[in-house]
């Protein structure tokens, strides 16, 4: 494709280059959220008694809502443009904190005590992290689905790389970027990638900003030389207000890397955060702290579950299965039982007779609409509860909250030379892998994701996982 056929392509579908759509968007969800936070404070005050508060009155707290946005700008969370996850929530947690302890503050020195009124503005700060994430989460679908929060950018490489950019840009409305245009000299990369042109000629780089101001480049071209990149940055991506360089980091993923400097030579510090005693200890306390509170809560309702698989099918109540956990040991994992106790021998009989099913089962270890599963049993999996008596494995030590999956023996290989790293840590009820598709997602992808969590390590992303699950679980996506 040259310039021309671009022009008129573009020029069909986008007329907007600015990010000031998205800004204002999630400017409006925010405060959106930020009230309904304070209503959820004072909700939870009012209802240990309906004449301690007036639960309405929160609305008269809207003058406050200045501040709550202008620290969200001083956490730089606008436009709110591929902030990761776990960032994003870091910066709304200090950013809720003081904005509340303003609040409270100025509470407290206008009634010079610390009444019913700031008690409800601190449950509200508790809420207002997760209101917050989840009124943005609406609001940029909202914007992505009306075309109203996208951003043109142009990609430079159309290889493997560019496209994977290209289609992360294209699955992902977090990122805020659309692709528009692949710019690359090798002719071998064709004239389009979904539906994306590609002109080979890199130094109209210049002329794109001129003539369509769009306003950012990604560069997806790590095979380059330095020289190479030196003289495309200058004659080329250097005419885009921002740019983005994607390394060539296969083995490296961390939203938490920074730059140093050695004496004008670049380089990328990062950490394996999961090697460090103390950041164990942390993650410890922090898997006890959360399994205690969680099992006092849902205790009842455990007792009620193992009841109803003890009266529907005949067999134990839990089923224990061995699994490979940290550094390759052997433990006991224990979950509902939701499958008939001559399970082993009918999956035997099922694989022989199906090739289609034997082939599903060896791709993922798990079939959709299996036969082995009861009736109770397809409830407890479509809804993750068989998974709850894995709680008893994180008092235990055997499991962590969040973490890599814990496979069985047969799924090793599919590891490889990875599966001593990814299993140097205790394997997760929960992780990446499966708030990001759960059994839909194939045995490659599980082994990125795991990665990215062992390098990306923070409780705060510990906190986002454990929030996105209770999304995914709702959704029931990727369960069966």
């Keep these: 494709m040259n310039l021309y056929d671009f022009d008129a392509w573009y020029r069909k579908r986008y007329f907007r280059t600015s990010s000031a759509v998205i800004t204002t968007g999630l400017i409006v969800s925010d405060l959106f959220a930020v009230m309904l936070s304070f209503g959820m404070g004072f909700f939870a005050v009012n209802t240990f008694d309906l004449s301690i508060i007036n639960f309405r009155s929160f609305i008269e707290y809207w003058p406050y809502l200045p501040v709550f946005i202008a620290f969200f700008l001083v956490f730089r969370l606008y436009p709110g443009i591929s902030i990761a996850p776990a960032e994003e929530l870091r910066r709304f947690v200090l950013s809720a904190f003081l904005s509340h302890g303003e609040v409270i503050l100025s509470r407290y020195i206008e009634d010079r005590e610390f009444g019913a009124i700031s008690a409800a503005f601190v449950v509200s700060f508790v809420f207002s992290p997760f209101i917050l994430l989840a009124c943005r989460a609406v609001m940029r679908n909202l914007l992505h689905k009306t075309h109203l929060g996208i951003i043109p950018a142009v990609v430079f490489g159309a290889g493997d790389m560019g496209r994977a950019i290209a289609d992360k840009m294209l699955k992902d409305d977090k990122t805020g970027y659309k692709p528009v245009l692949f710019l690359d000299d090798d002719i071998t990369t064709g004239d389009s990638y979904r539906d994306i042109p590609i002109i080979h000629d890199t130094s109209t ?276």
């Excluded at 409830?379 to 999956?405: A, H």
Aim: charged share 25%; proline share 4%; aromatic share 12%.
């Design 205 to 480: 780089g210049k002329q794109i900003v001129d003539t369509y101001r769009i306003k950012m480049a990604v560069v997806a071209m790590p095979h380059l030389s330095q020289e190479d990149f030196a003289k495309l940055h200058n004659r080329a991506v250097s005419a885009f207000r921002y740019n983005i360089l994607i390394p060539d980091f296969s083995t490296t993923s961390s939203i938490w890397m920074t730059v140093r400097d050695f004496d004008g030579i670049l380089g990328f510090a990062t950490a394996n955060n999961l090697n460090m005693p103390w950041n164990l200890f942390i993650k410890r306390i922090f898997d006890l702290s959360l399994t205690t509170v969680g099992l006092l809560i849902i205790l009842i309702p455990l007792l009620c579950i193992s009841a109803l698989v003890k009266i529907t099918s005949k067999g134990p109540v839990f089923y224990k299965q061995q699994r490979i956990g940290k550094n390759g040991k052997y433990f006991k994992m224990w979950k509902f039982r939701s499958m008939q106790v001559d399970a082993a021998k009918r999956l035997e009989e099922l694989l022989a007779s199906d090739p289609a099913v034997r082939k599903e089962w060896e791709s993922n270890q798990k079939i959709k609409n299996d036969p082995r599963v009861t009736p109770l049993g397809k409830i407890l999996r479509r809804s993750s509860i068989d998974e709850l008596p894995q709680l008893i494995n994180v008092l235990k030590g055997d499991m962590s909250l969040v973490g890599p999956r814990p496979i069985v023996d047969n799924e090793t290989k599919k590891y490889g030379d990875d599966f001593q790293r990814i299993f140097a840590v205790k394997p997760g009820i929960t992780g990446l892998w499966q708030v990001s598709g759960r059994s839909n997602t194939d045995y490659m992808e599980r082994i990125s994701l795991d990665s990215y969590y062992l390098q990306s390590w923070s409780t705060w992303l510990d906190i986002w996982i454990l929030y996105k699950t209770f999304g995914v679980v709702l959704q029931k996506s990727g369960a069966y």
